[in-house]
């Protein structure tokens, strides 16, 4: 839930849920709150992935890598 304001006219709105959001690589919709993917900036650019595309991306990567990711000490 969030609480949008009007800059012009002070007059408020109550959102009760964030609309669905469109994948950058799928251009899938989906809702981020019942659904999960992510969203998030590449430099300036705005990105939103569905599940489908983050968990294969995330896949891809761990792929690519020989070793788990490790934290470092």
Same mark, same amino acid.
């Given at each position: 839930? $969030?609480? /949008?304001?009007? %800059?012009?006219?002070?007059?408020? /709105?109550?959102?009760?849920? $964030? =609309?669905?959001?469109?994948?950058? %690589?799928?251009?899938?919709?989906? &809702? ?15 990105? $939103?992935?569905? =599940?489908?595309?983050l968990s294969s991306m995330? &896949?891809l990567v761990t792929k690519?890598?020989?070793? =788990?990711?490790?934290?470092? &000490?």
């Open positions: 839930m $969030a609480k /949008v304001v009007n %800059i012009h006219t002070g007059e408020e /709105v109550v959102v009760e849920k $964030a =609309p669905k959001m469109e994948c950058t %690589i799928c251009e899938g919709l989906f &809702d981020l709150e019942e659904e999960g993917g992510t969203t998030g900036y590449f430099g300036i650019l705005m990105v $939103a992935f569905c =599940p489908f595309c995330v &896949d690519l890598f020989n070793e =788990p990711f490790k934290e470092k &000490d």
